[in-house]
């Protein structure tokens, strides 16, 4: 069964750089069905896809925080962790990571998602 | 990049049918996925695809799509439906790029 769980602090200053881990256990990060997304939701709001990594490094971001945005994966730790840099209090959010299914050639899904974790910018 | 329109609320009397919209031109050419999301929890995938549940989703949960418009219907709606809802998929520019309708507020009467 496969499970994500992220880590990282749950508070960053503004202006500093926002680090999440998400580990995945119960499966292999290599698979090659999956890419690997990162979910953010600010307080009282919808969802947002931050963007998605395969195994193989391959990156792809919401062109709305793509300046500010980097997703890398470590196969041997299996893990992929997020970056987000120069943060506001507008990154104040959720952060959830995802498997992302690709159930077949062109439609894929957020099949498994970790608990979420709270990240507040303030200083 | 492309977006996708949801109602905002939603009501529904106990043991009731309802349909939840979700409207975009990534979903001419994509299927929409949805998830179910409870206060304080992660969001649950309740249908994917054509019209696929995942293990444990009720039968009462089904997907449809038609055009640019993807529906998820509850038939019969129970108590613990009251959710919110989301749709989501890829973006219409044919990279993987990916994308949230803004969500349905689900009351069960």
């Known amino acids: ?123 | 990049s492309s977006e996708l329109t949801q109602d905002p609320a939603v009501s529904v009397a106990l043991g009731q049918t309802v349909r939840i919209t979700c409207q975009g031109d990534s979903l001419r050419s994509y299927y929409a996925s949805w998830y179910q999301q409870k206060p304080g929890q992660a969001p649950v995938l309740v249908i994917y695809g054509k019209n696929n549940r995942p293990s444990g989703i009720p039968d009462r949960f089904s997907g449809s799509s038609s055009g640019n418009t993807a529906s998820l219907t509850i038939t019969g709606a129970q108590a613990e439906d009251e959710a919110d809802y989301y749709c989501n998929s890829r973006d219409s520019s044919g990279n993987h790029l990916k994308v949230f309708g803004g969500g349905t507020k689900l009351t069960v009467l």
């Open chain 1, 1 to 123: 069964q496969l499970q994500l769980q992220e880590s990282g602090p749950g508070l960053v200053k503004p202006s500093e750089t926002l680090s999440l881990t998400c580990t995945v256990s119960g499966g292999s990060i290599s698979s090659s069905s999956y890419y690997w997304g990162w979910i953010r939701q600010p307080p009282g709001k919808g969802l947002e896809w931050i963007g998605s990594i395969y195994y193989s490094g391959s990156t792809y971001y919401n062109p709305s925080l793509k300046s500010r945005v980097t997703i890398s994966v470590d196969t041997s730790k299996n893990q992929f962790s997020l970056k987000l840099s120069s943060v506001t209090a507008a990154d104040t959010a959720v952060y959830y990571c995802a498997s992302d299914d690709y159930y077949d050639s062109d439609n894929c899904a957020f099949d498994i998602w970790g608990q979420g974790t709270m990240v507040t910018v303030s200083s």
